[in-house]
């Protein structure tokens, strides 16, 4: 895993993004896997200024988001695919066929799972997964105790999630409790992924994700398996590292064609 460690929040957004730009412009037709939540808002606003710039351009990218809520219409205002409108996909020229979300109102949980995943391969495997992580240490909403080799497949929320996801519904007890999540194994198989963690919240999981034993109660912890995984945070997001001053080390002496 590399690990990138960047002074402010700021930074570390803008890195994140650079890499998203550099996956873009290096393969137009990327297949671009993407999470929610308050992390990428500001990865998202800097996309979009790219794309305005004139240095980015979307029109051959494809899109599948991590999750959605179960129970929710697409259009509601805390879908996340109404977050992702809002954000992203309104305001580049993704082609609307070309985005993808697991379907909160499917009626056949099962086989509409089974069908993001087959999308998914047929699209040409997901070339990126951006990500963020949650305080217990979920990707996408893979809670603590999932299988490490799950599937896209309904998850409960822990309540824990619920009280973090309650901002957009008012209250937690708005929240759903369920979700359409691809799993770890869905994943795992993306080509390279790219997490962003900022803040002091998130020390402690991004320390055990890194740098602890690999295991399904702290399922972010796998991604020490992935062979090409970008870990970017903020200074207090890394507070809890061990290493950090190799890692450091490592990205200064980090060859200038490797870097974004
Ligand atoms: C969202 C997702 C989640 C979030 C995580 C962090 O699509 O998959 O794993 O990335 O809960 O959320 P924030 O960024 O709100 O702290």
Known sequence: MEIIIKPTVAEAQQETAKILRRQIQSKPDSVLGLATGSTPIAVYAE?????QRGELDFSRVATFNLDEYVGLPA?????????MREHLFSKVNIPPQNIHFPDGR??????????YETAIVRAGGIDLQLLGIGREGHIGFNEPSSSLAS?????????????????????????????ITMGVGTIMDTRQ?????????KAEAVARMAEGPITADLPASILQMHPVCKLVVDEAAAAQLKRSEYYR?????????QRV
Request: aromatic share 8%; with cysteine.
């Open 106 to 115: 499917a009626t056949d949980v099962p086989t509409h799972c089974a069908e």
């Open 151 to 179: 599937r896209t497949r309904i998850k409960t929320l822990t309540p824990q999630t619920i009280k973090d996801n309650a901002k957009c519904f008012g209250s937690p007890d708005k929240v759903p409790h369920h979700v």
């Open 47 to 51: 996309l979009v200024a790219m794309h």
């Open 249 to 257: 080390w490592v990205y200064d002496n980090k060859p200038d064609w």
């Open 75 to 83: 259009d509601h205002p805390c879908s996340y695919r109404e977050f």
């Open 193 to 201: 992924c790219l997490l962003l963690a900022t803040g002091e919240a």
